[in-house]
T-cell receptor, first 112, second 116 residues
Framework: KQEVTQIPAALSVPEGENLVLNCSFT??????LQWFRQDPGKGLTSLLLIQSSQREQTSGRLNASLDKSSGRSTLYIAASQPGDSATYLCAVLQGGSEKLVFGKGTKLTVNP | DAGVTQSPTHLIKTRGQQVTLRCSPKSGHDTVSWYQQALGQGPQFIFQYYEEEERQRGNFPDRFSGHQFPNYSSELNVNALLLGDSALYLC???????????????FGPGTRLTVL
């Protein structure tokens, strides 16, 4: 059974700091990995999709990497801003399946 | 370009009642998935619909059922509501292009269901 773990559960940083969020998964048989952002009580906004054959993806100040063999992904946020405060979720699309398996998320607070 | 829309935004029901939630996929998408997110948890997969049929189902009881219409919109029905069904229900849409790696899911704003 696929399990996705995100560490840390919460993170508080001062504005301008670069930071890394971690995601690990137990079964490397995945099609892809997505990083999402969720604001309190809201839906999920897709940030980045990394296909299983890729190593990383970049969008603006965000960079996500994927090491499928070790079951790890990281989301790097450069020059953090208060508007980046949200919960960040990673999810893997399980091989042979149509479902996303999610971690519990990392709650990020960026202090002005 | 309209994204995924869901209705209603909020819903309050009592135990034993039935509820129907609705979802319209992102323009051009043909696949709809439903997820349940309890407070402080990651979303859990309920089921997925493609070509008006349930393609895969997660570990949810038969009280949870769904439907997809010819225009690709979808409904989630929950019968005999329990207190534990209180959660944010998320709909996600995607376009099936035949290569699973390219499957990117886009989520709606969710429906907050409270069962009293």
């Amino acid at each position: 059974k696929q399990e996705v773990t995100q560490i840390p559960a919460a993170l508080s940083v001062p504005e301008g700091e670069n930071l890394v969020l971690n995601c690990s998964f137990t079964d490397s048989a995945i099609y892809n990995l997505q990083w999402f952002r969720q604001d309190p009580g809201k839906g999920l906004t897709s940030l980045l999709l990394i296909q299983s054959s890729q190593r990383e993806q970049t969008s603006g100040r965000l960079n996500a990497s994927l090491d499928k063999s070790s079951g790890r992904s990281t989301l790097y946020i450069a020059a953090s801003q208060p508007g980046d405060s949200a919960t960040y979720l990673c999810a893997v699309l399980q091989g042979g399946s149509e479902k996303l398996v999610f971690g519990k998320g990392t709650k990020l607070t960026v202090n002005p | 370009d309209a994204g995924v829309t869901q209705s209603p935004t909020h819903l309050i029901k009592t135990r034993g009642q039935q509820v129907t939630l609705r979802c319209s996929p992102k323009s051009g998408h043909d696949t709809v998935s439903w997820y349940q997110q309890a407070l402080g948890q990651g979303p859990q997969f309920i089921f997925q619909y493609y070509e008006e049929e349930e393609r895969q189902r997660g570990n949810f009881p038969d009280r949870f059922s769904g439907h997809q219409f010819p225009n690709y919109s979808s409904e989630l029905n929950v019968n005999a509501l329990l207190l534990g069904d209180s959660a944010l229900y998320l709909c996600a849409s995607s376009l099936w292009v035949g290569i699973a790696e390219y499957n990117e899911q886009f989520f709606g704003p969710g429906t907050r269901l409270t069962v009293l």
